[in-house]
Nanobody
Framework: QVQLVQSGGGLVQPGGSLRLACDVI???????MGWYRQAPGKQREPVAT???????KYAESVMGRFTISRDNAKNTVYLQMNSLKPEDTAVYYC??????????WGQGTQVTVSS
């Protein structure tokens, strides 16, 4: 069974930084990876995605502030979040996509940006 194990997150003041990590456990396959977030009362939305070929896309709201990266040897994906804003407050989820039938989610981690 493939599992995505997330770490990082927490409480930070506006303008601060956090780094999230997501370990793919149980597979050496290189998936399309992404970070999504869901705030109370809102739909889950993509924040940053990285295809297996390295193609990266960011949501406009985080462009220039967030950076997605991966270590293929460890099969780990990271999300570096800088200049955090209160509107970034959400539960962040790691996603690994192989096909319609093979799609995995991490357990989610809370990011709270508040003074």
């Amino acid at each position: 069974q493939v599992q995505l194990v997330q770490s990082g997150g927490g409480l930070v003041q506006p303008g601060g930084s956090l780094r999230l990590a997501c370990d793919v456990i149980g597979s050496t396959a290189i998936y399309d990876m992404g970070w999504y977030r869901q705030a109370p009362g809102k739909q889950r939305e993509p924040v940053a995605t990285m295809r297996s070929d390295g193609n990266i896309k960011y949501a406009e709201s985080v462009m220039g502030r967030f950076t997605i990266s991966r270590d293929n040897a460890k099969n780990t994906v990271y999300l570096q979040m800088n200049s955090l804003k209160p509107e970034d407050t959400a539960v962040y989820y790691c996603n690994a996509h192989w096909s319609y039938e093979i799609n995995y989610w991490g357990q989610g981690t809370q990011v709270t940006v508040s003074s």
